[in-house]
């Protein structure tokens, strides 16, 4: 099997929703399996009813009238994850504005020539840059922080 071949079949895994691909032919047999997808959950923490209790019992004691300022609305994030297998390669910054499907970083397979371009799912500021560039990544490992808009 010629390495150009080897490519074809790694990015059909890759970019479709096989999640294994076996091919033999005489005495080669090549195996290419997807790993699963990481599934980020966001969790907030409840307020224990005690401290509610306690606050509404001060405020309803003092006579004084209160501002009431209204809390800003959660930070929602989410990562931006690997595509595929390779040394990682970010081309944007902490604090760098970025839309939806726009370019954040590369991921390299040296040994196979093959580059796949990684982009952001969601529009917003990056916060966090999760991986070192050159460092190895796996399919589905976080690799950026994006604070939506």
Known sequence: ???HELRE???LVNQSSIEELEWEKGKTRIVIKKSAPVEVVAVNAPVQVGEVEHGYQEAAATAESVNVVPE?????????MSPGVGLFYAEVTVGQTVQAGEKVG??????LQ?????TSSVS???????VEDGQFVDYGKALLVVKTQ
């Open 1 to 3: 099997m010629k390495l």
């Open 9 to 11: 079949f790694i990015k």
């Open 114 to 118: 093959l580059t796949t371009d990684i």
């Open 124 to 130: 917003g500021i990056i916060t966090e840059i999760l």
């Open 72 to 80: 800003a609305p959660e930070e929602v994030t989410q990562q931006v």
């Open 106 to 111: 590369r991921c390299t397979a040296d040994a």
